[in-house]
């Protein structure tokens, strides 16, 4: 008897810059939010009530009608021990797991070599976006990098091995003289054409692909739409990656993070209506992150980089609700001057990892973490 299981996949969305946690999932009931929030704070009638005191952002609809229904896992207070408020320095420590010293492996990366340790599959894990993000960088796990699936291909015109390799030699020679022609081989070598194969797959799926659901014309929204072009296409991938940009609100805050949070709900309204018509929303968890909150505090115009952020676990897999506790804003609680975090993000990550890619999450996120129980 064969089976007809699928295979979990997961999707995971990168909210680029610091969303602000306070202004998404806020903490209606408190007063201290308004008292922090002079010039930011979202007004009261306006906002989306949920439970435990809680309201979303009236920018995130789409996402409060799927909240209703159970398909939504609201994360509190995500965060690691000793914040970074670097961009770069964060989301590396988002990336690898490594908040001690600089990681070099990424924890999607260590999760496609579980998965497919053979490197049978060169779509097992695929990013939308331009270049590739740290997450899923390990040397000899093989991921497509699309920026537009319909013009997608490097070298793509060159047919035949031969000629492929010998093009790929030929670019490794342009960048030798700042990085040392073995370093670019060994890359390029390994990955190469791995890259080329796997484009000359996504080629097809452009044509495959039938919707009734029309996305919202934005960056999330285009790329949403490309995983749901590659996932109904059935090319056996298993972890999707893209980003949201232009989170880093310090000034003009108010309708720039309104229009972002409109721009991501919509979207994943969208995205989930697809799959659904596909019947593939069952076996699809999207995960949604970003590296750092905001200050409790706004600074007149926008928020400054803090610390104890938001994440979401959104779809049908999902056992929707609100978990781990809201931070406190009492200011003794502050942790200069921002929230504490209340769980630590490996945790959360090992939670995916293990209970829904079935994968063992010590090596992955590199210990042993509190998980929860959303999935």
Not at 9 to 30: K, R, S
Not at 101 to 114: N, P, Q, S
Not at 209 to 214: I, K, W
């Amino acid at each position: 008897m064969t089976s007809t299981k699928k295979d979990p996949i997961l999707v995971v969305l990168q909210l680029t810059g610091g969303n602000d946690y306070m202004n998404t999932v806020i903490p209606h009931e408190n007063p201290l939010y308004y008292d922090n929030r002079t010039t930011v704070g979202i007004p009261q009638e306006d906002m989306l009530p949920i439970d435990g005191g809680l309201a979303l952002n009236p920018a995130l609809s789409d996402i409060k009608g799927l909240y209703d229904e159970g398909k939504v896992a609201l994360i509190n207070g995500i965060g690691y021990p000793n914040p970074n408020r670097s961009h770069f320095r964060s989301m590396d420590i988002w990336h690898t797991c490594e908040p001690e010293k600089v990681g070099t492996e990424g924890w999607l990366g260590r999760a496609i070599r579980d998965l497919d340790p053979k490197a049978e599959n060169v779509l097992t894990g695929v990013n939308f976006g331009r270049g590739l993000p740290r997450a899923m960088a390990l040397t000899g796990v093989p991921v497509a990098s699309v920026a537009v699936l319909e013009t997608y291909g490097v070298l793509t015109g060159i047919s035949g091995e031969e000629e492929r390799s010998q093009a790929l030699d030929l670019f490794s020679r342009m960048y030798s003289p700042i990085a040392g022609t073995g370093h670019v081989m060994d890359y390029l070598g390994s990955t190469g054409l791995d890259a080329l194969k796997g484009a000359d797959i996504l080629k097809t799926v452009p044509d495959m692909y039938r919707s009734s659901v029309e996305y919202n014309d934005s960056i999330i929204g285009r790329n949403l739409q490309g995983i749901a072009k590659v996932l109904t296409a059935n090319l056996g991938t298993r972890i999707f990656y893209t980003q949201q940009p232009g989170y880093d609100t310090h000034a003009n805050q108010g309708p720039v993070h309104s229009n972002l949070l409109s721009h991501l709900s919509q979207a994943i309204k969208d995205f989930y209506d697809d799959l659904r018509e596909h019947d593939a929303s069952d076996n699809v968890l999207m995960y949604i992150f970003t590296e750092f909150g905001r200050r409790v505090k706004d600074n007149g115009s926008g928020t400054d980089h803090g610390a104890g952020g938001l994440a979401m676990a959104i779809g049908d897999p999902v056992k929707g609700g609100i978990y781990s506790e809201y931070p406190s804003l009492k200011e003794g609680d502050l942790v200069e001057g921002d929230l504490e975090h209340n769980i630590d993000f490996r945790g959360v990550y090992g939670t995916v990892a293990e209970k829904w890619l079935g994968l063992d999450a010590k090596p992955i996120v590199g210990g042993n973490f509190e998980q929860l129980s959303f999935v």
